[in-house]
């Protein structure tokens, strides 16, 4: 059974490092590694700032 994959994996804009986020976030998710801003919280499915790349099964 197949459902919409919680974990995105998210490509940096600014340091270009991938990185796996949740898909519904309760806060904003900012790169590990620089600290950009990849994903803002929506109160749905983030809206992302990076790029999506692919999506992480459970
Ligand atoms: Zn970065």
Known sequence: MRGPSPFWIVKC???STEQTI???PATTVNCTVCGATL???TG????LRG???RTAGA
């Open 13 to 15: 804009p600014d340091c």
């Open 22 to 24: 949740f898909s519904r």
């Open 39 to 41: 994903a803002t919280p």
């Open 44 to 47: 749905g499915r983030a809206k």
């Open 51 to 53: 790029e999506l790349l």
